[in-house]
Every structure is written in C-alpha cells, then in structure tokens.
C-alpha cells in the first residue's frame, strides 16, 4: 500500500478525545494537519474523529492508555504504515489526582506519575525516531501553572499532579537540547479551563476563579490550542525549550 503523500501533515494527540486534546485537534486541523487522537475513551474518540474528518482533513484514532511504553509503539508503527512520518506530538493525556501526602496510595502516585510523565517519554520515544528520519518534528507538552503553583488550594492537594506536572517541564527543556535543531520540545501551561477534567469543580467556584483571574473567564479548549497549533506550525521557528503558561494571568492558585 502507498503511504499517505497528499501534502498534509499528521499531528498525533493524546488525550485526544475530548477536552484540552480535542481543542488542539480541531485548531490543528484549521492548518492542515491530518490527524491521530490517541485516548482511553472509545465513544468519545470515534465522535471526535467523525467531527474532525468532517472538516475535511484525513482523521483517525486508536485506543491506548499512554502510561503503557509497549502500546506507545506499537500505535506508532501502526501510523507509520500509512504515513510517511509523524510530524507533531501533542502529549496532553491526563488525569487528576486531588490527594494529599498522607492520603493518597502508592498506587495512586504511581498512576499520576505513570500517565502524566512517563506517558511523555513513551510517545516522545515512540514518535522521535521517525522525526529525526524525516529532519523535522515539533513535540508539545501540557503542562499546568500547578507545577509553578503546587496546586488549587491547601484544601485540595495537587502534589502528585503538580510533582508529574514539573517533572514535565523539566523533560521538555532538557529535550529540547537533546533534540535540536531538528525537533523543537516546547510545553504549555494552562491555568484554569473549562472541560470534563474540571467541570463540576469549576463550576462550583466560578465566581471565585473569574475574579482572581486578569481576562475574567475561565480558559477554554479552544484557547490552548490556539498556542499548541501555533508552536506546532510557526515558520520559521526560534521557539524551543519553553514553557508557555496560558492563564488569562491567574493570580488564585
Ligand atoms: P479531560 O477533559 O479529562 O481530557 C483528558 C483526556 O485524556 C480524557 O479523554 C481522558 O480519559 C484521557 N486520558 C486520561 N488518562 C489517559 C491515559 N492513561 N491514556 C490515554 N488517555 C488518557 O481533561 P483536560 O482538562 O482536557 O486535560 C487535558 C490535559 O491538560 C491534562 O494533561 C491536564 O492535566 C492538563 N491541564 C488541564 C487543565 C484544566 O483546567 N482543564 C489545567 C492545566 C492542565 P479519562 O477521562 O477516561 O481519564
């Protein structure tokens, strides 16, 4: 079978099905990009793929929990069947771990550590390869302001989230020496946004975030993307190694 040679290039999103991920996916494809979601949400996934292909790029999907090293690659030689490369890697999988020291299991952490962090370097070791091949790849991370901030507030701990969330950071600067010139390693930083992840807890005390936060809303999907399409795509490029914080400038944390 002929690999895919139309010009467009494959933008791999985890977490991709719904929320954040999905926002960078559909301001991915306003440039052109085909794109792969990648999640463990079946019935969002096959929605979310239907309503990028509708707008006319080629779109598809795979099931994979990102905290599993052998899936990351075996997805990736899948795509690779079809594509001549993989040229940007949104790792935006996540899960919130609200526990404090004392309350969270060893498993718990672990998972925290296992989906946010280690499911960076799976996909960025899996996807790395086949950029350097091709001499070009642009990775992006989601990150949070809880690895600058430690969390919401001293009620709810975060440690665990925002410990995995730093770890991210540092991950990215040190990539992106690693891998320069060819492949730029930036991460994003979102304050707080409105999706499934945090809905009820947003909801709840949307008063009290708007009026700590400078723009006076809430953050939204599509405003994240907007940043991650952008360091995906920008030519031509002096951007690596940075950690961009997309907050509306937040001051409550
Ligand atoms: P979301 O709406 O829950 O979307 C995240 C998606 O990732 C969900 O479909 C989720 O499925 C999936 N996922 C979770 N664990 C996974 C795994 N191991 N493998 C594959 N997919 C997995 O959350 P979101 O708010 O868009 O968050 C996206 C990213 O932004 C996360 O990394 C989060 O930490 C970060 N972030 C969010 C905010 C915010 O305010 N929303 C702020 C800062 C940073 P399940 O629901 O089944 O787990």
Known sequence: MNKRNHGNSVAVVTGGARGIG?????ALVTKGFDIVLVD???EELKRSTATLAAKGVHAESFMADVS???????VVDDILTRYE???VLVNNAG??????????????????INVHLKGCFNWSRAVVPSMLRSGSGRIVNISSISAYSGGVTRAVSKFAYAAAKAGILGMTRSLAKELGPSITVNAVCPGAIKTELTGKMLD??????????SLQRLG???D????VAFLASVEPNFINGQAITVDGFQWIT
């Open 68 to 74: 599993l090293f052998e899936r990351a690659q075996e």
């Open 22 to 26: 999905l926002g960078c996916a559909k």
């Open 220 to 222: 939204t999907p599509e």
């Open 224 to 227: 994240i993307g907007e940043v």
């Open 85 to 87: 490369s993989i040229d």
């Open 40 to 42: 463990v949400l079946d």
């Open 95 to 112: 899960t919130p771990m609200p526990k404090g020291l004392l309350d969270i299991s060893e498993a718990e952490w672990d998972r925290t």
């Open 204 to 213: 709840e005390r949307s008063a009290e975030f708007t009026e700590g936060i």
